[in-house]
Nanobody
Framework: QVQLVESGGGLVQAGGSLRLSCAAS????????MGWFRQAPGKEREIVAA????????YIAGPVKGRFTISRDNAKNTMYLQMNTLKAEDTAVYYC?????????????????WGQGTQVTVSS
């Protein structure tokens, strides 16, 4: 049974920082690509960042490029999303996901496993 558990969300002022963590279990770490997605009220779920199984190849979506960084520690079965210079428009529920392959994936349909999500609220 694959389990993904996000943590680190919360309320922060605009310009602040948060670090999200995603602890994975039930799969061999370093075997599957992983990603972060977010969904704001009334909007579709969108990719934020993704990384390959080894973490060597990463993707950062345009709206957060230069502010967010994705990383993973396969020894700890954990993926991270460092979010800096947060803006009000970053407010959303953030989800981590584990894909079905080792290569970089940015399409949500490529991810069969999802966490429950963690709320990030940025006040302006």
């Amino acid at each position: 049974q694959v389990q993904l558990v996000e943590s680190g969300g919360g309320l922060v002022q605009a310009g602040g920082s948060l670090r999200l963590s995603c602890a994975a279990s039930g799969r061999s770490s370093g075997t599957y690509a992983m990603g972060w997605f977010r969904q704001a009220p009334g909007k579709e779920r969108e990719i934020v960042a993704a990384c390959s199984a080894t973490g060597r190849i990463t993707y950062i979506a345009g709206p957060v490029k230069g502010r967010f960084t994705i990383s993973r520690d396969n020894a700890k079965n954990t993926m991270y999303l460092q979010m800096n210079t947060l803006k009000a428009e970053d407010t959303a529920v953030y989800y981590c996901a584990s894909s079905g392959s080792d290569g970089l994936e940015i399409n949500p349909s490529s991810y069969p496993y999802w966490g429950q999500g963690t709320q990030v609220t940025v006040s302006s």
